[in-house]
């Protein structure tokens, strides 16, 4: 299991995902900077965890087909139709010697499909989810998600959910995951919202003390 974290969450019209920024080799720390969710198109977005190469080299050829079909056909895929691809392409090259040791979570907005999660593993399974992880820190938020999530949920209930989780992750979880960035997709594209790390967490304990 990879020692990065990523989460995502559906709500009725948004999909948020959430990522640590950690980069380790082995057991060293290198920065606590880097971004693991990428944007694949103005509606798709993508989270990874595996190998630091083979994340970056998957998602870029991921991306870069997906603009070559709207290039070539005038609309983009939806969400849905992104994942089959990337589930496929991903199980197709575990048959050579190219194999991506990457795991991911697929999130994206269509204008009629609406909002969709997808869950899809290093073995090219994949399935739509309302909320999922992977690595380490996804082990402490299945309770929670499974207790608070619901069908009705906002964008601010849904960021408070992932609050929860980086709390527990980093209460519980002996890997430093000190930065966690958070993304939205919805009917109107990507967006980043603030950062959730210890200085955003103690700016609302300070102000619940006012």
């Given amino acids: ?10 709500g009725p019209n948004f999909v948020m995902l959430a990522s640590d920024t950690m980069q380790a080799k082995s057991l060293i720390f290198m920065k606590d900077d880097q971004s693991k969710i990428h944007r694949l198109s103005d509606f798709n977005i993508m989270a990874t965890v595996g190998d630091g190469g083979d994340t970056i080299q998957f998602t870029d050829y991921i991306s870069k087909n997906l603009h070559l079909y709207k290039i070539a056909n005038g609309y983009h895929l939806s969400a849905k139709a992104a994942a089959h691809f990337t589930r496929k392409t991903l199980a197709d090259y575990i048959r050579t010697n190219t194999r991506y040791q990457v795991a991911m979570l697929l999130a994206g907005f269509d204008a009629v499909e609406g909002p969709d999660l997808h869950y899809i593993d290093s073995y090219g399974a994949a399935q739509p989810i309302n909320h999922a992880g992977h690595g380490w820190g996804s082990m402490f ?7 608070f999530w619901h069908s009705q949920l906002t964008e601010t209930e849904a960021y408070s959910l ?4 980086v709390m527990e992750i980093q209460r519980r979880l002996i890997i430093n995951q000190r930065n966690f960035e958070v993304y939205v997709v919805d009917s109107q594209g990507m967006r980043k919202m603030e950062a959730i790390n210890p200085g955003s967490l103690s700016k609302e304990a300070i102000s619940l003390c006012w």
Avoid: D, W
């Fill in 1 to 10: 299991m990879a020692m990065e974290t990523i989460l995502g969450i559906k």
């Fill in 141 to 147: 938020c299945g309770s929670i998600l499974q207790r």
């Fill in 162 to 165: 992932m609050r929860k989780c």
